[in-house]
């Protein structure tokens, strides 16, 4: 069964940085894409940050430049390196598969607000 267990969100100021931590089991992580994604309040889900197996990311425009996704395949984990926040960024948090599983974690909260 996979879990996708998402970690580091919360209330930071505009500027602010903030790291956010996605452990996956239950896959054979290191072969597989992953990628960020984010919901906020009345929108649909959408993807910001993908990273293949190999290590080439894509970054939705919206947060290039700004934020930093990686992946650590001995601990099963990737990253996202969140710089510059705006209130915009603010939104549930999720990891998953790149292109997703019908499974989603709990995601993390990130509120960007002064």
């Known amino acids: 069964q996979v879990q996708l267990v998402e970690s580091g969100g919360g209330l930071v100021q505009p500027g602010g940085s903030l790291r956010l931590s996605c452990a996956a089991s239950?896959?054979?992580?290191?072969?597989?894409?992953m990628g960020w994604y984010r919901q906020a309040p009345g929108k649909q889900r959408e993807l910001v940050a993908t990273?293949?197996?190999?290590?080439?990311?894509k970054y939705a425009g919206s947060v290039k430049g700004r934020f930093t996704i990686s992946r650590d395949n001995a601990k099963k984990t990737v990253y996202l390196q969140m710089n510059s926040l705006k209130p915009e960024d603010t939104a549930d948090y999720y990891c998953?598969?790149?292109?997703?599983?019908?499974?989603w974690g709990q995601g993390t909260q990130v509120t960007v607000s002064s």
């Open positions: 998953n598969r790149d292109p997703p599983l019908e499974d």
């Open positions: 990273i293949t197996s190999i290590g080439s990311t």
């Open positions: 239950g896959i054979i992580f290191r072969i597989y894409a």
